[in-house]
């Protein structure tokens, strides 16, 4: 009975912090829910900020769905224990949904919206938040790796390491035209989901006959086409039986950020498919690596 209504107050609490546009304050942090970031109804953002500092990194998760649903709910307990445990900023933050007139870049410009955001609150507390881990899972895993490889430079807080839950790597990979799982129990049927969900990806009308009229548009919101000498370090989590994205995106990733000397763990899941939920060990091991590049980089 008291956790529930402990659980409804904080609800309360939530609900006018959101109206207001105020955070909510604990011993350790401010935190914001549901902050607007634009104009768009899922220009949304949750974010902790610890009090007690001048500087801070920020860890930014950003959520999956093949880029067409998903939100950031799912994070809302881990921002806060992760802020909590390592004295760090941290948000997660939603997204434009792809379509007719929004593709991949255009979630690019997005992030760059939230980090602007992310670093006028933090200024507002009298906290410079000045550099930045992101991750996510699958379609939010390419987002964090295509924004760390791609804007590093421009960013309000720039990059400094990345982590992917598999996370598509190469969308010029045949694999994806042929991937029943990707377009499952969607009505206009597999074939035409997959090439309206790649076409709405890219921004250019795609089929598998015509994929290859579109490859500039494709390696542009593919993250292994960016990697270079100076590329962010990197830890690549994925499942050697994953059947949405497939595990040579994983393997291309790894061989092309060691041509370039790129820092980056690749933990692989012998038994995992997609859920990276059959190897206990591995998530433990993703966990503290990521602790590691917490501890390290910011």
Known sequence: MLAKITSFFMSVIIFFAEVLGVPV????????????????ERHTI?????????????VLYIHGGAWIMGDKEMYRDTIKEISEKFGVACAAMNYRYICDTVDINDIMDDVDAAMNRIKETGKRHGVDINRSILTGGSAGAN?????????????????????????????SDDYYFYNSELGKGNAIGDKAFIEQLLSWACGKKITYETRDEAIEEIKKVSP????????????????????????????SLDARLTEYGVEHYFNIYPNSSHGLDKDPECSEKA????????????
């Open 46 to 58: 949750d974010l902790c900020i610890p009090k007690n500092t001048e500087e801070a990194g920020l």
């Open 25 to 40: 304050m604990t011993s350790e942090n401010y935190i914001y829910y549901n902050l607007s970031y634009g104009e768009h």
């Open 143 to 171: 987002l964090a790796l295509l924004y760390s490889y791609s804007r590093v430079e421009n960013s309000a807080i720039p990059p400094v390491a990345v982590m992917s839950d598999c996370g598509p790597t190469d969308l």
């Open 287 to 298: 966990q503290q690596l990521f602790y590691e590049f917490i501890k390290k980089y910011l």
């Open 224 to 251: 292994l086409y960016y990697v270079n000498e100076n590329t962010v370090p990197t830890i690549i989590n994925h499942g050697i039986v994953d059947d949405i994205v497939p595990f040579r995106n994983a393997q």
